[in-house]
């Protein structure tokens, strides 16, 4: 038989790769107030393991702050997230447990600048995971090559382009061995030119089978990796929806509004 040949396989066998895959996170009536504001509204989602989620919607609707719940940089008041079987509760030491498991990238890279390249990589897992420091900074250097920037392991990151440094933001998470990532509009910081660099080495996560959920709008990368696209809108889930769907037919008129302004 002739080898097939990757570039045409579809990376869209989401049905059959899913559908006995466990679930990595889900969250059953979520809501938060931030004082007398209602950010999020009963958000019910289940994301298995090795799934790909876009989140997508207008500014202010609640996107980041649903995302930052999953690993508890902000707080739900009613409502149950469990990620990878532990509940998100106040119990501390499971919320170490969790962040360990979910990386996260920023929208403003969030490195160190004090720190070079390679010290901002290995500093979580010397210091979280007590990991000696030689194979820290081994592991380091193979994710740097990997988002390919060895080279710049010894330059601080105010000396990178943004799209380097987040890069470098990408790689830092992959040193902790996470299980989910979790990205929150990494390329609406970075000049044209740089998005795809960064895209490029997302797709490479999603074609290693990683779960995640990022916010974007970037639509030629939800089309390409995720296996479903979610609208939200002041605070709610409004469509949930496989990327040809969601595109070629979406349900509701805010997100065929919304759509319309961005496509
Ligand atoms: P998105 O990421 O979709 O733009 P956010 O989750 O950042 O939305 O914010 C949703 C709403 O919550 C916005 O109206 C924002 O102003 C408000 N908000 C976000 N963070 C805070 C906060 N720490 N305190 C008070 N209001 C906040
Ligand atoms: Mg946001």
């Known amino acids: ?16 790769r899913l559908a006995s895959a466990p679930t990595a996170v889900s969250l059953e009536r979520v809501n938060k107030w931030y004082g007398a504001f209602h950010v999020l509204r009963d958000v019910d989602l289940t994301v298995r393991k090795g799934e790909r989620i876009v989140i997508c919607g207008p500014s202010g609707s609640g996107k980041s702050t649903l995302i930052r719940c999953i690993n508890r940089l902000e707080e739900h008041q009613a ?7 532990i509940e998100l509760t106040n119990d501390l030491k499971r919320i170490d447990e969790i962040r360990r498991e979910v990386g996260m990238v920023f929208q403003h890279f969030n490195l160190f600048p004090h720190l070079t390249v390679l010290e901002n990589c290995t500093l979580a897992p010397i210091w979280v995971k007590k990991m ?14 990997r988002v390919k ?7 601080y990151p105010g000396q990178l382009s943004g799209g380097q440094q987040q890069r470098v933001a990408i790689a830092r998470s992959l040193c902790m061995a996470p299980k989910i990532m979790l990205f929150d509009e990494p390329t609406s910081a970075l000049d044209p030119e740089m998005v795809k660099e960064v895209l490029d080495t997302m797709v490479g996560l999603a074609d290693e089978g990683m779960t995640m959920l990022c916010v974007t709008h970037e639509m030629g990368f939800a089309r390409q990796v995720a296996d ?8 709610q889930i409004v469509e949930s929806n496989t990327p040809d769907a969601f595109f070629r037919a979406p349900q509701h008129e805010r997100t065929r509004l919304f759509l319309s302004q961005i496509l």
């Open 149 to 155: 920037i060895p080279n710049q392991a010894h330059k």
């Open 228 to 235: 479903r696209v979610i609208f939200m809108d002041e605070g």
């Open 1 to 16: 038989l002739p080898e097939a040949d990757p570039d045409l396989a579809p990376r869209n066998t989401s049905a059959t």
């Open 132 to 145: 000696p420091k030689a194979e820290a900074e081994a592991i380091a250097m193979r994710y740097l090559t």
């Open 79 to 85: 409502g149950r997230i469990v990620v990878d079987g």
